[in-house]
């Protein structure tokens, strides 16, 4: 029993550069800048403590374990080159798409608009399906982000390249700098109390901006560079994308996990949960204050009505349809809802039907696993 809890503990923990490894048969010395096949890392990190860990990785070595090891890696290379087989087609797809609905106004505004709809809904995935954290304050962050760049494309007002990245930079600083401050506090809540936080925060982001001469109070902020386009909507999508993709497959994304499936065993392994909770919370905050950003050279006006409550729960709504974790699935939803918001904005009432007739389905099939639950029998 000795011998197999120090095997557990030595695979799990977070940096893997003890001295030496135990495992089932012997004592392999191992020095500080080894480092093992990442792909069984994570998922021996992400799965928990469970099975003992092999002998050694790249030993060849004929015993079972190690074939059920190797077999495993051979299984899991297959599966990361089709992923990304399947994720260049769809960049592709989406490339092609712009282009060719970029030759009407309208159709390239709504298309830019469920970019940053994307765009949004990858940063929430951070939050709420990495590290387990319910935000309901993402429209504060867009706020901050969109009043952040249109502030400096006013002072700049020119489309110049500069001029959009400065925009752009100070955008994403100001979200990321409200999230980072934000969250040291509100973050040491959990549950329905993060959730009611993150909510007031927004309503608090909201009033102060109305209230607030120097950014044009109620009325907004008029005459800001419309700079946005499809083209630069969908590359900062595609960016944001696989920087999420990217992170939830590092060793900061998979401790995130960890810590999000279970905050007292990551704790007990060496994983701060504060910090990873704040980690995941302002990449998200990034992400949605270069939305905001985007949101604003698009439309040239901004105003506190255009960062309400419910803007945060159609985002929220994107992560559960689309898979909370999985990057894709959530980008995708929202851009699915906000195309939906397009074509039905002669019947407001309708489509907030339509939204909760979704998440409905969703919750059934999610939960219940698409049928009806049988009641236990009674012996």
Request: aromatic fraction near 6%; glycine fraction near 10%; include cysteine.
């Amino acid at each position: 029993m000795l011998q197999e809890t120090t095997q557990r503990l030595n695979r799990c923990r977070g940096e893997l550069c003890s001295p030496t490894v135990y495992t089932q048969s012997q004592v392999i010395p191992r020095t500080r800048n080894a480092r093992p096949y990442k792909k069984l890392w994570r998922a021996d990190i992400t799965a928990g403590i469970k099975d003992a860990a092999p002998c050694s990785i790249f030993s060849k070595c004929g015993c079972a374990m190690h074939r059920h090891y190797n077999n495993k890696g051979i299984s899991e290379m297959k599966k990361i080159r089709l992923g990304v087989t399947k994720y260049i087609l769809a960049a592709a797809a989406g490339l092609l798409l712009t282009m060719l609905l970029n030759r009407d106004a309208y159709a390239a505004a709504i298309l830019s608009r469920m970019f940053i709809a994307a765009m949004m809904a990858a940063g929430l995935d951070l939050c709420v399906g990495l590290a387990r954290q319910l935000s309901l304050g993402q429209a504060a962050f867009m706020a901050a982000g969109a009043y952040g760049c249109g502030t400096v494309a006013l002072v700049v007002s020119e489309r110049s390249l500069p001029g959009v990245a400065a925009g752009l930079t100070v955008g994403v600083a100001a979200a990321s700098v409200t999230a980072l401050a934000v969250g040291a506090v509100v973050l040491r809540l959990k549950g329905d109390y993060l959730a009611v936080a993150t909510l007031g925060l927004g309503e608090i982001v909201r009033v102060v901006l109305e209230n607030c001469a120097p950014l044009g109070g109620a009325a907004g902020l008029y005459h800001i560079p419309r700079f946005t386009t499809p083209e630069l909507a969908f590359a900062a999508a595609l960016l944001c994308g696989v920087f999420g993709l990217w992170f939830a497959r590092s060793r900061n994304g998979v401790l995130c996990r960890a810590m999000g499936q279970d905050e007292i065993a990551a704790a007990s392994i060496g994983i701060n949960p504060m910090c990873m909770k704040l980690l995941a919370f302002t990449l998200g905050a990034a992400m949605t204050g270069l939305a905001g950003g985007l949101y604003a050279g698009l439309l040239g006006f901004i105003s506190p009505k255009d960062f309400t409550f419910a803007r945060s729960v159609d985002i929220l709504a994107a992560v559960v349809i689309g898979g909370a974790g999985t990057t894709i699935g959530p980008m995708l939803a929202a851009m699915l809802i906000e195309a939906l918001s397009a074509l039905l904005q002669g019947v407001a009432n309708i489509r907030m039907i339509l939204y909760a007739v979704i998440l409905i389905v969703v919750t059934i099939i999610k939960y219940t696993k698409g049928g009806r639950r049988r009641a236990p029998v009674k012996l």
